[in-house]
């Protein structure tokens, strides 16, 4: 299964490791990487990793300031050297577009609550659901 996964997904595995461990034998074998298309596709592949940062900004209920941390740049340049993280203010604009949306659209409100018990194990529990009153005013 794991030859197939890296044949499947990951073409010319087998191809690089065949020349790193025929290396001694063939001096001369050299392996060509690829590199990736350029342009539009980057900037989409760019764009969805920076719409992810923006979700889980929201789900973690993280401020934007965290994407700040240069470890957490520096993880993802290790990764991609090439990435291109939305500046902070970029994404205060995006979060305070994505509040306003959904305080436009807000019908029902929910309070949760959400703890770390005595195994470690997390929690959560809906307290309550109740209509919206500036949606719904009396």
């Known amino acids: 299964n794991l030859g197939r996964h890296l044949a ?3 073409p010319g595995y087998d ?10 034998t063939r001096p001369n074998a ?12 980057n900037q989409v592949y760019y764009d969805h990793l920076n719409w992810l940062l ?5 789900l973690a209920s993280l401020p934007p300031s965290t994407l700040e941390e240069k ?14 993280i939305w500046p902070s203010e970029k994404y205060r604009t995006v979060l305070d577009e994505v509040f306003r949306s959904m305080r436009e659209d807000n019908f029902y409100m929910s309070v949760t609550c959400q703890w770390i018990d005595e195994n470690w194990c997390f929690q959560k529990l809906l307290l309550d659901i109740c209509r919206n009153p500036v949606m719904y005013p009396r």
Do not use: D
């Open 8 to 10: 499947n997904r990951h």
């Open 15 to 24: 191809k690089t490791g065949e020349a790193v461990s025929n290396s001694v």
């Open 30 to 41: 050299v392996v060509i990487k690829k590199c990736q298309a350029q342009g539009k596709s």
């Open 54 to 58: 923006v979700r889980w900004l929201v």
């Open 71 to 84: 470890w957490l740049v520096n993880s993802y340049k290790f990764l991609n050297p090439s990435i291109q």
